[in-house]
């Protein structure tokens, strides 16, 4: 069986940057805390808003799982309140996440706060690893993923910090042997094409969840090989699966 | 000696939680939480005659003690159901209810004649769905369509049958009535309620349907007043649904005359939710000295 | 230039946001947390002929998202709100509606020809109240009953003339349009949702009339829905009602085809809730470069 | 104009005995903060519950008002968990308040957590003042009343301070010249009862309340001059103009 939501202690909850949050969590739990591409539902409210918010793992370390969040909406700017101590509702880990058994060079692509899986994924894959962030101007985390990464290549919209325009721009799939993705609909999307049909490329998709764990179907998208959970069958696919809209 | 079970058009459920068509899936999802065999039943995702992709756009919008979900009925179709789902289904210790929609009188009696062949225990005729050949306009609204479509049902079915009424019924009441008259074994209600919800910044409604249904506890007040006035005026047994979030939203709905109860949205905020209303429902009963259902039923 | 203006049957309001009936007294409890000639208009706390105590009992009760209430029509009867009153709301330079109900037509019928003789800007015709002569059934269930009201005070009614929709009317659209044919100048839904709630530990109804009306945050999709409805089926102005807590929920209203708007229940949880809105539509507009709410109304 | 709702903040949020809270906060305004018998509405959140919760002085020094609560429900076990630091949404101070106009020797009758107005009270009026205070079992404020009063009765339903009983039991009106009583229904009934008509008696009703400010007429009862609402006649009513229902 596996455990509801379970309350938990916040251990801190911090701004690292504009409306940018990292929240640690201590949890308890002998199964397996989450990878890479995994994802917690999270509720500190008892009925408004009336769903929970899902966020993805993006590190752990021992009991401690971190979290990084962007402030969007309510429930987000509920969570920038919480102090440690409080107590934070989780759910999971849920959905499938990426696999980590690859070889060769690997390409990982983030754009805003799309980041938390590459994080937690540069450091769980034992391969080389070009780590490739866009941000709008602040740019964050990066001192941490120098660690286990070849080589960091970060675009700021204002060119504040390395190259001025979107990481989509400067990243040139030729020489990678896999790419993994995460980020903006449009920004996955023409990283897939770049991709071609020549490189495997992994996508983690983002869609509104009311359950998180498969009941709904409200996360639902079109693949080439049917209707596919994101919360469930995802939020990982192969990239040439999925269709991106907008 | 606290005893919960209740029978329902001689089926008996061993408590009176259902989980809610739509809210989860074929169960398997659950039983990663907690034994599905603890549940009163299970009412499945809506079954169409034809596999379903169900809708494209936004699915799911939240609302101040809601939400609205436009889902489109996305689900195998009868017939994968019933070899993909319906054995595993069967292998728990609980009722299962067949919830079957349609978009034709039709395809209505396809399904059940299909589901005739099968151990399902129960089949809950949603009657929510847009009429094709009426111009789209639900089933559930007028007495007489809904009438006609039970009735076609009736003939053919030889499950228990369970019409699950939609709120936005004409007259909630004749409805019923209608329902029951028609051959219906018990009913249930209520689906969602219509609903629409606006994106001002992009200057179109959320839904490509335009309208969705909204559920959750914004609904409950109006759903127990409804099961309240049917249950007063048939005498079939009536589930209740519609936004229980907690045993004691169960205990309303069984005042207001409920046999059983079908918990839905809830099952989106805690997978455990049924398990717990269980507990619940038991635990109430005790400290109450109250000992079966029935002693409480439509009490108010 | 922005201009929230707005001509509902040949009366300007100054903006789209009108104080809903019931919840906003006479205007003179608002007067001291902002002056209230910065709304639109205001609708008076319903109105029947003689003085009424209200209902016993609880009169309030809480939902998720919603108040209930039962409050059972407690006024001080058309003669002495023109009396002690009207001549305060007449000194505001805002809209003034008077909110008039009945429980039976003769009733409507005298109450809206004493207003005839004041200088009352509009009258809304309340037809959510239960029709003594035909056992306790609202008026605003059934189209025939509501036009007969409505056609009974439109022969006597000086006045321009809003019909305010209950959400328990059979079918919203038919009772639109009848109530139009019957000679509505516009209309204005919705009245609140009649609603249950039980108190489990007294095994009894919270309110002494079993049932009573739900308002608030939970109705508006469905009010939202049924604005959108109805604007699209009528050719008078639509004033929608429900839920309304902040400019946004406005803004929605207007874009599902909605000419003005009331605010009830927000006015409970803050006392300048108009005032506030009425700021965020304009701060809106000129964000997003409307400059007229005609641009937006019925957009979606 | 009166100012609507405003956001003040919290200095002390105490249990002071088993789920009885005193609440400190810090006001800022030119007018007045309140009399005894006034209260304020409070709301700590968006929109559940969706109404607010009235709230008693219990005391003002300089800008720093106090309440008492005791957590019933939804709405109180929130404010229960509120820090020093954290914001609170308060409207007021509403309502009539006790006519502080009097000789003589007063007996103040408090039951339960109808003792905040009867605290204020005592601080406020000058003239003889004999407090009886009723609890479950746990007292409390009863040092500082100690200042303001002549003498103090003290019952507890299981006896462990004062007398066992109920505090009607020991009250005996003949020697009052007024009356003041804040408490359950049935407790503020037997008070009037026992003063017939020979005294004035005083006493604070509750009622549910949607707004606090006499717009909704949820909080209406019937006294012998018609319809008055707690929440702006009220809450203080000449003991024999109301009727108790129970
Ligand atoms: C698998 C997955 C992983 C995610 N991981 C992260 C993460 O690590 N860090 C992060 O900052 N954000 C992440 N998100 C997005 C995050 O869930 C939303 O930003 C958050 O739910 C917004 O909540 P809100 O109440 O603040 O905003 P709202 O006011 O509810 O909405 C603001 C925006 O967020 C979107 N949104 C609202 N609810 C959901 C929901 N349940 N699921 C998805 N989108 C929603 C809405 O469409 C809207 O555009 C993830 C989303 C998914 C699906
Ligand atoms: C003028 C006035 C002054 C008050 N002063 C104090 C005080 O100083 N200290 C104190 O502890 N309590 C006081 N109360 C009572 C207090 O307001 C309620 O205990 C509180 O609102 C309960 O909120 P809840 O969400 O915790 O409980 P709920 O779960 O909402 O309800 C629990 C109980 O409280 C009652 N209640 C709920 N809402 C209200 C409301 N809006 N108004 C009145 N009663 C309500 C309900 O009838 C129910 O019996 C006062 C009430 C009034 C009317
Ligand atoms: C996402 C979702 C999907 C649903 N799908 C169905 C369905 O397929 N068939 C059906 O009869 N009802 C369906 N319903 C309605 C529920 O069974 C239930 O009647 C309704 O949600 C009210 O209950 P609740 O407030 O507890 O959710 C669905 C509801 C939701 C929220
Ligand atoms: C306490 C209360 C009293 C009301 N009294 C009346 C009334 O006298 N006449 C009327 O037409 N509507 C009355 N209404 C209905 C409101 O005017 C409005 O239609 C309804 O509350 C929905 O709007 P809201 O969700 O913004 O509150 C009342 C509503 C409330 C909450
Ligand atoms: S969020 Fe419910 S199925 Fe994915
Ligand atoms: S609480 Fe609204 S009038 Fe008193």
Known sequence: MKEGYREVDISSNTEIAKDIFELKVQLESNDSLGDPGQFYMFRSWDFDPLLSRPFSICNIEGNVVTFLYKIVGRGTNYLSKLKPKDKLKVLGPLGNGFNLNVNGKAALISGGIGIPPMIYLAKKLSTEIYFYAGFTNEVYYMDYVQKYVNKIYITTEDGSTGQKGFITDIFRPEKYDVVFTCGPSPMMKKVVEKCENMIPVFVSMESIMACGMGACLGCSIKTKSGMKRVCKEGPVFEGREVFFDD | ?300
């Open chain 2, 1 to 300: 000696m606290i005893d919960t079970k209740v029978k329902i058009a001689g089926v008996e459920f061993k408590n009176p939680v259902i989980a809610a068509s739509g809210t989860f899936g074929f169960g398997r999802e659950f039983l990663e939480y907690f034994p599905i065999s603890k549940l009163g039943g299970l009412s499945t995702k809506g079954l169409t005659l034809r596999e379903r992709e169900g809708n494209k756009g936004v699915r799911i919008h939240e609302t101040i003690g809601g939400i609205m979900n436009s889902i489109g009925l996305q689900n195998p179709g009868i017939d994968a159901f019933i070899v993909e789902e319906l054995p595993f289904l069967n292998s728990q210790d609980t009722v299962i209810i067949a919830n079957v929609s349609g978009n034709t009188i039709e395809e209505y009696v396809i399904s059940v004649e299909k589901l005739n062949q099968t151990e399902i225990d129960m089949i809950e005729l949603n009657i929510s769905c847009p009429n094709v050949k009426e111009g789209g306009i639900s089933f559930g609204t007028k007495a007489e369509i809904a009438s006609n479509v039970v009735t076609q049902v009736r003939k053919v079915c030889q499950k228990p049958l369970i019409v699950k009424l939609s709120p936005s019924a004409e007259n909630i009441v004749e409805m019923a009535e209608s329902c029951v008259e028609a051959g219906a074994d018990a009913l249930s209600l209520v689906n969602t309620f219509p609903a629409l919800a606006i994106d001002i910044s992009k200057k179109k409604a959320i839904f490509d349907n335009i309208t969705a249904g909204l559920s959750g506890p914004c609904i409950k007040p109006i759903a127990l007043r409804m099961v309240y006035e049917v249950s007063k005026a048939v005498d079939v047994p009536v589930i209740g649904i519609g936004g229980i979030m907690d045993y004691r939203d169960v205990i309303e709905y069984i005042m207001a005359g409920a046999w059983a109860v079908q918990v839905g949205t809830a099952n989106f905020i805690n997978p455990n939710a049924c398990a717990e209303i269980i507990e619940g429902i038991e635990e109430y009963l005790q400290k109450e000295g109250i000992s079966t259902l029935e002693e409480i039923r439509g009490i108010i």
